[in-house]
């Protein structure tokens, strides 16, 4: 039982930083229709910004509290990610938009082989430890629980919170959800529809980097490779959740740690991402809507 | 702010004072975009702990191109762009009797193709033509092939498949294994290998078939790396990331061997000396005859019900169905056949390497083959044909370029940057011809004339 419970916990953990990667594939998919590719690597380009930011401030003033230090690398990385999503969305997406279905799609993966490649070619290949930043453990029933483990959880529900309330209650998450239910009209009723798609990149971006610093303050390791499959299992977990829907896909984060990490305790640790991907195959072939999301109507 | 919707302002003040401030603009997001990546660098010291490295200059460089070029990119090459199309679309366009060589292109092609080895042994020697014939020759009809294979189900079909590799992957060790296992020949493995990659795609086809679109493409790639992951993970069989060695060379339909010990070595029987030139430059025919082989299927069956079943099915399939095509059948076919194509390729990957390991099938690979077959203009063969040239031969010419040791210093190596280029080629190749290199389409289907249809009127992945 407490095993199970320990697992419970190790699997909620990973769940909420798929969780937060997931959301920015659902909402530009929700918005563009389009599967951001390129979304995984953000989350690894954020990562590395909260590295070396790590390493620059841990250099120059030694010591520093660190509270201090996790918030500074977290903005960090929030701002370099979403600067360079912006950047790719304005550059690369925004021109093929009217363009058909798979040229953003091609688009998408060309970026995410260069971003990858550019970090591999600026940072080198190697896999990139840091010592580890909080290392308590509390013990509670039996069951262990790193601080990482609860600010990652804090950290998550706080953001969901922030962003659940500016999806539903400002002027901008309006916009947002006119642009997503028919472009043509919001741009008719006065929408900047470019901005405000420019936004839901950035909003995408800054979780993703969030994930990505506390997957690495997590497994204390980072390498160039490390978008592809957290982004695919994230991308699993947006389409599980239901593809569109913002609460679907914290639900589907969940639901892919939990089984991931019950998997690798109950049965074999080398097959965790058969499994993963096996969910993604069974889930889109006998309810490609998801858990939440609302069933596609054909129309001729 | 109030001109800056001014655009075709052409006289010089006011658009190169915009120019300005857009090449501040993009200095500024590049000096962002670059600062902790390209300005510092994490290398591990001598006590295996991370350290930052300053690369300032670096840094500079990049930052002064991005501004200087969207500087030049504004005041100069937007308003030379938007003459130059005025000028073209005031002269009208008028019909012009394309050339010998455009006309007979791909018979030029093939012509060329079967003398290039003979051609490389004269110009480099027997050892020298290794590298040309192998490197470039082989590699690049590898690609080829796969591209016609899986444009099959992209091009032709419509639908769109990110886990193509995973067929390429069942061919190769179709081959590895049970060559190792049964010691069965080359020429008894070849159709046996397409023939299970075609099992294999009947039997990933089924399920994701009621898919459409971009799911389509994510359950093929989530099978993929399924397929890829029991590969790594099933050691008893596949022996997991050791891979698959000492797999038996290909003979000359078993009268002429290439084994160095066998009596009827090809060098031996003929007297020459001895290179494995010969082999490369056999397996150089074979991938040829198997790409053509390919090309000529593709052809033909564009032409059969088939075909145009399949077309059909990609630009709309609500109404093929109501004009009574089994869809299920039809994108079933599509799917088989481009994986028995990517079969083939794979046995014959497996046989050139000797060695195979699941390290070669990885997602990337998929998403080269079908970047190759979206940039060569999807449905159009040539188009194909020249995208893998370019792309892959491209690429492979970096490998070459030893050159830029002296310019950029001992340290740099050129093959790093392959793929960050070819990356960024994908997109850039997107953005400014998202129709491909080959942007019309010839159709089937006819009435009376074959005129050429514009690439804005049709449309690909509505699966």
């Not at chain 1, 389009?34 to 989350?43: P, V």
Request: net charge positive; hydrophobic share 55%.
């Amino acid at each position: 039982m407490e095993y199970f419970v320990q697992q419970l916990v190790n699997g909620l953990t990973l769940g909420s930083i798929y969780g937060l990667i997931a959301i920015g594939y659902t909402m530009v998919y929700g918005i563009i229709g389009m599967i951001n590719f390129a979304h995984g690597d953000i989350f690894m380009l954020g990562g590395f910004a909260a590295l070396i930011v790590f390493l620059l401030l841990t250099s120059i003033f030694a010591g520093l509290p660190v509270v201090l230090l996790l918030l500074v690398m977290i903005a960090a990385a929030m701002l370099t990610a979403s600067l360079w999503n912006w950047t790719i969305e304005k550059v690369a997406y925004r021109p093929l938009r009217g363009s058909f279905r798979l040229a953003p799609l091609i688009t998408a993966i060309g970026m995410s082989i260069a971003l990858s490649n550019f970090i591999q070619v600026t940072q080198g290949p190697r896999n990139k430890p840091i010592p580890p930043l909080v290392s308590s453990v509390y013990n509670v029933f039996g069951i262990s629980i790193s601080l990482k483990q609860i600010i990652i959880m804090i950290l998550t529900v706080s953001l969901l919170t922030i962003f659940w309330y500016i999806v539903n209650k400002t002027a901008l998450g309006r916009a947002q959800r006119a642009t997503e239910q028919d472009r043509k009209m919001a741009a008719l009723l006065g929408i900047d529809v470019d901005r405000t798609i420019s936004v839901t990149f950035v909003m995408g971006a800054s979780l993703a980097a969030v994930a990505g610093t506390m997957y690495l303050m997590y497994y204390g390791v980072t390498v160039f490779t490390d978008g592809f499959v957290p982004g695919v299992k994230a991308f699993t977990a947006a389409v599980l959740g239901g593809i569109g829907s913002l609460p679907g896909a914290v639900l589907g984060g969940m639901l892919i740690g939990l089984i991931e990490s019950l998997w690798s305790a109950y049965f074999t640790i080398d097959y965790k991402d058969v499994a993963t991907f096996s969910i993604l195959a069974i889930v889109l072939i006998f309810k490609p809507s998801g858990i939440l999301g609302r069933p596609e109507v054909e129309k001729v | 702010m109030a001109n800056i919707s001014n655009t075709h302002e052409s006289a010089g003040g006011n658009l190169t004072a915009r120019a300005l401030r857009e090449g501040f603009y993009a200095g500024v997001i590049s000096l962002g975009l670059f600062v902790l990546f390209v300005g510092l660098e994490t290398t591990q010291n001598i006590r295996n702990e991370l350290v930052l490295n300053q690369r300032w200059g670096l840094l500079a460089v990049f930052v002064i191109v991005a501004a200087v070029g969207r500087f030049l990119s504004v005041a100069y090459l937007r308003p030379w762009l938007a003459a130059r199309k005025a000028a073209a679309s005031a002269t009208a366009s008028t019909e012009t009797e394309e050339s010998f060589f455009k006309r007979n292109f791909s018979k030029i092609a093939i012509v060329a193709l079967i003398f290039y080895p003979p051609l490389m042994v004269v110009l480099f020697g027997v050892q020298g033509s290794l590298k040309w014939v192998d490197n470039f020759g082989i590699q690049i009809l590898i690609y080829v092939m796969l591209a016609w294979g899986l444009n099959i189900v992209v091009g032709l079909a419509g639908l769109l498949d990110l886990g193509y590799v995973a067929f390429y992957a069942v061919g190769a060790y179709s081959y590895a294994l049970l060559s190792q296992y049964f010691g069965l020949s080359f020429w008894v493995l070849l159709p046996l290998a397409g023939i299970l990659a075609a099992f294999w795609g009947m039997i990933l086809g089924f399920p994701v078939l009621r898919l459409k679109g971009d799911y389509l493409a994510i359950v093929t790639l989530a099978f993929g790396e399924i397929i890829r992951l029991v590969l790594i993970n099933w050691t008893e069989v596949t022996k997991g990331t050791f891979g698959v060695s000492g797999i038996p060379k290909a003979s000359v339909f078993g009268i002429w061997s290439f084994d160095v010990s066998a009596p009827n070595n090809f060098a031996k029987v003929f007297e020459l000396p001895m290179s494995s030139a010969y082999y490369k430059i056999f397996l150089f025919y074979l991938i040829l005859a198997l790409a053509l082989l390919t090309a000529y299927v593709t052809i033909r069956l564009r032409r059969m019900p088939i075909g145009r079943a399949w077309e059909a099915l990609r630009e709309d399939e609500i109404a093929c169905r109501s004009l009574g095509i089994n869809t299920v059948t039809t994108k079933l076919t599509a799917f088989a056949i481009g994986a028995m194509f990517g079969g083939f390729a794979g046995s014959f990957f497996a046989v050139r390497q000797g060695f195979v390991s699941p390290e070669s099938f990885v997602f990337l690979e998929s998403a080269i083959i079908l970047a190759i077959v979206v940039l060569g203009g999807m449905g159009s063969l040539i188009g194909i044909a020249v995208a893998a040239v370019v792309m892959v031969g491209g690429t492979e010419l970096l490998r070459e370029m030893t050159f830029l040791k002296s310019i950029f210093g001992p340290d740099f190596t050129p093959e790093l940057y392959r793929m960050l280029i070819f990356g960024l080629a994908m997109v850039v190749v997107m953005v400014l011809k998202p129709r491909g290199f080959v942007g019309s389409r010839e159709p089937t289907a006819f009435l009376k004339e074959r005129k050429n249809v514009s690439g804005s009127f049709t449309k690909e992945g509505h699966g």
